[in-house]
């Protein structure tokens, strides 16, 4: 019997010690026995003792995959991580040790039996392994380097040098702050900075920067090395990059994620975008009907102060969705939690509706908020409210609809309408009074929704609100009056017929109805001569 300290790799290999998949880690190899298929029976005492006492240990030899080979845990390791084993890795060390080790875990010392197919197989490697030998090694892992290929292509790996914090990592609107060292392939430093800041989506020096931040967590170190075109410039003229080094290409990257800020879009089209600059408490914000205190200022472009409102001993207080505030601001204020504090960028779009800033902010594209959100008091939700409660909720909500229509205000009424309606939406726990009380509430309501869909041109609306209202009150003159002018919008006169005929049976004396029906009369005429002027086109064309 032969002890080997430290066997050679397999030819263009690396040594054993240095051992890589698409994970690395260092390794402490305790000892190393061969055993020939021709010489079992020289084994030390020791080892034979050992092997002839396995089944009666603590940890028995187990198999690994179904090619014979084993493994017996000596000590366990401390955590439940194994490497990670990726792509297999040609030339780099024996299978055994590839499929071995990859199942262990930190601290975790073991033994592994690996049969020749897996080791050196028929050939060996002399002088020092003959042919068909079975390896024995004594194996402890002390740690290892994670190694993500990030892009799929071997374009951008990247080895984690220090682990980070926490589980979050930036999102692709985020603007993160790095610390960073770009070198050449030859290991010259080009490019350094110790705080730069930057938008994940926009990048930073080359694409490998905002593609590799995505996967960092506050505090992670890592080291990229990088290929192809992750490691160009992002200007077109490097020069301005890589300070006189046009015709180079980086290669690798050291890259300290040091904190970012979490940027939301808010309306989806990136004209309202909300930067947290303080997180918030807990995790509710603020609903429809919301009273809510905060502090804000509003900045032009040239940061020239327009409007400043609330402070900490008096913060401004109004209710959401009462048009008391900018759309842009509201929408933005109705996403942050107790105590955040957010710069919002606002699109004039969103500031339209607003016309009482100081100074003339209507020329302005873009506006900039500091805003804090002191507190709020949420409206009490439906489903806790009682009976009676969501009744009165319900007529406040009609109301408040009603004023907004007599001011024109036809979206925001129709909004309200709805809002009103889900209140009494579930009536299974009303008593007999109540449910024809809500029964007319709801009616109502979706009357008047109706209406307001008229005002804002969307008629197939109409005519599912007013359908809703008949298929309650089938008599209901109001709900044919409104879908007999959404069908005549639509020119779908027959419909229209059919529904202003059946009221004027119902109200025969209605002014309203006998208009309508004048139009539509004015219609079908209109639509003839149309027709007839088409048939007598043909018939000339024909002759």
Same mark, same amino acid.
């Given at each position: 019997?032969?002890?080997?300290?430290?066997?050679?790799?397999?030819?263009?290999?690396?040594?054993?010690?240095?051992?890589?998949?698409?994970?690395?880690?260092?390794?402490?190899?305790?000892?190393?026995?061969?055993?020939?298929? &021709?010489?079992?029976?020289?084994?030390?005492?020791?080892?034979?003792?050992?092997?002839?006492?396995?089944?009666?240990?603590?940890?028995?030899?187990?198999?690994?995959?179904?090619?014979?080979?084993?493994?017996?845990?000596?000590r366990k390791g401390v955590t439940w991580q194994t490497p990670?084993?990726?792509?297999?890795?040609?030339?780099?060390?024996?299978?055994?040790?590839?499929?071995?080790?990859?199942? &262990?875990?930190?601290?975790?010392?073991?033994?592994?039996?690996?049969?020749?197919?897996?080791?050196?197989?028929?050939?060996?490697?002399?002088?020092l392994i003959p042919p068909n030998a079975t390896l024995i090694?004594?194996?402890?892992?002390?740690?290892?380097?994670?190694?993500?290929?990030?892009?799929?292509?071997?374009?951008?790996?990247?080895?984690?040098?220090?682990?980070?914090?926490?589980?979050?990592?930036?999102?692709?609107?985020?603007?993160?702050?790095?610390?960073?060292?770009?070198?050449?392939?030859?290991?010259?430093?080009?490019?350094?900075?110790?705080?730069?800041?930057?938008?994940?989506?926009?990048?930073?020096?080359?694409?490998?920067?905002?593609?590799a931040v995505k996967t960092m967590r506050k505090g992670e170190?890592?080291?990229?090395?990088?290929?192809?075109?992750?490691?160009?410039?992002?200007?077109?003229?490097?020069?301005?990059?890589?300070?006189?080094?046009?015709?180079?290409?980086?290669?690798?990257?050291?890259?300290?994620?040091?904190?970012?800020?979490?940027?939301?879009?808010?309306?989806?089209?990136?004209?309202?975008? +909300?930067?947290?600059?303080?997180?918030?408490?807990?995790?509710?914000?603020?609903?429809?009907?919301?009273?809510?205190?905060?502090?804000?200022?509003?900045?032009?472009?040239?940061?020239?102060?327009?409007?400043?409102?609330?402070?900490?001993?008096?913060?401004?207080?109004?209710?959401?969705?009462?048009?008391?505030?900018?759309?842009?601001?509201?929408?933005?204020?109705?996403? &942050?939690?107790?105590?955040?504090?957010?710069?919002?960028?606002?699109?004039?779009?969103?500031?339209?509706?607003?016309?009482?800033?100081?100074?003339?902010?209507?020329?302005?594209?873009?506006?900039?908020?500091?805003?804090?959100?002191?507190?709020?008091?949420?409206?009490?939700?439906?489903?806790? &409210?009682?009976?009676?409660?969501?009744?009165?909720?319900?007529?406040?909500?009609?109301?408040?609809?009603?004023?907004?229509?007599?001011?024109?205000?036809?979206?925001?009424?129709?909004?309200?309408?709805?809002?009103?309606?889900?209140?009494?939406?579930?009536?299974?726990?009303?008593?007999?009074?109540?449910?024809?009380?809500?029964?007319?509430?709801?009616?109502?309501?979706?009357?008047?929704?109706?209406?307001?869909?008229?005002?804002?041109?969307?008629?197939?609306?109409?005519?599912?609100?007013?359908?809703?209202?008949?298929?309650?009150?089938?008599?209901?003159?109001?709900?044919?009056?409104?879908?007999?002018?959404?069908?005549? +919008?639509?020119?779908?006169?027959?419909?229209?017929?059919?529904?202003?005929?059946?009221?004027?049976?119902?109200?025969?004396?209605?002014?309203?109805?006998?208009?309508?029906?004048?139009?539509?009369?004015?219609?079908?005429?209109?639509?003839?001569?149309?027709?007839?002027?088409?048939?007598?086109?043909?018939?000339?064309?024909?002759?």
């Open positions: 019997m032969e002890n080997i300290s430290q066997p050679k790799a397999p030819k263009g290999g690396k040594p054993i010690t240095a051992y890589p998949l698409l994970e690395t880690w260092k390794l402490f190899l305790l000892s190393l026995y061969l055993i020939s298929s &021709m010489a079992f029976s020289l084994l030390s005492h020791s080892l034979e003792n050992e092997l002839k006492i396995e089944d009666s240990e603590e940890f028995p030899f187990i198999e690994i995959g179904n090619e014979g080979l084993t493994k017996r845990i000596l990670f084993s990726g792509d297999e890795v040609e030339g780099e060390v024996i299978k055994g040790w590839d499929e071995g080790v990859a199942t &262990m875990k930190k601290r975790e010392r073991a033994i592994f039996k690996i049969p020749p197919n897996l080791a050196y197989g028929a050939v060996g490697s002399p002088p090694f004594e194996i402890e892992m002390l740690s290892w380097s994670a190694i993500r290929d990030l892009t799929g292509d071997g374009g951008i790996m990247k080895k984690i040098i220090q682990e980070g914090e926490g589980w979050a990592t930036p999102r692709e609107a985020d603007e993160v702050l790095v610390k960073y060292e770009a070198r050449l392939e030859n290991g010259m430093l080009v490019k350094s900075d110790t705080g730069v800041e930057f938008n994940v989506s926009e990048g930073y020096l080359c694409p490998a920067m905002s593609i170190v890592a080291e990229l090395a990088m290929k192809l075109c992750y490691g160009l410039s992002q200007n077109s003229n490097r020069t301005t990059e890589l300070d006189g080094l046009p015709d180079s290409n980086l290669t690798t990257i050291k890259l300290e994620l040091m904190s970012w800020n979490v940027v939301t879009d808010v309306s989806g089209d990136k004209k309202i975008l +909300k930067k947290i600059k303080k997180v918030g408490e807990g995790f509710d914000r603020p609903n429809e009907g919301s009273q809510v205190k905060v502090i804000y200022l509003c900045k032009r472009e040239d940061g020239a102060i327009i409007e400043r409102k609330g402070s900490k001993e008096e913060p401004f207080e109004f209710t959401t969705q009462e048009e008391q505030v900018p759309e842009g601001l509201e929408r933005a204020i109705m996403t &942050m939690k107790k105590a955040e504090q957010a710069l919002v960028t606002i699109n004039s779009e969103y500031l339209c509706d607003q016309n009482n800033l100081q100074g003339n902010a209507a020329n302005d594209k873009v506006l900039y908020y500091e805003v804090e959100m002191v507190d709020f008091i949420k409206e009490k939700p439906f489903w806790k &409210m009682d009976t009676q409660e969501k009744i009165e909720a319900c007529e406040r909500k009609k109301h408040d609809g009603n004023l907004l229509f007599k001011a024109e205000n036809f979206r925001r009424a129709s909004n309200k309408y709805e809002k009103a309606v889900k209140y009494i939406e579930f009536d299974h726990s009303f008593s007999d009074d109540e449910k024809r009380h809500a029964n007319s509430l709801r009616l109502s309501c979706n009357l008047n929704k109706a209406a307001c869909k008229l005002k804002l041109g969307e008629y197939t609306e109409v005519v599912r609100l007013c359908t809703k209202v008949l298929e309650q009150d089938p008599l209901n003159v109001k709900a044919l009056y409104r879908r007999c002018q959404a069908y005549l +919008k639509t020119s779908d006169l027959e419909k229209a017929e059919a529904d202003i005929k059946r009221a004027l049976i119902i109200d025969p004396n209605n002014r309203d109805i006998k208009l309508e029906y004048k139009e539509l009369k004015l219609k079908q005429k209109e639509y003839s001569r149309y027709e007839a002027d088409i048939f007598s086109t043909m018939l000339s064309r024909m002759s």
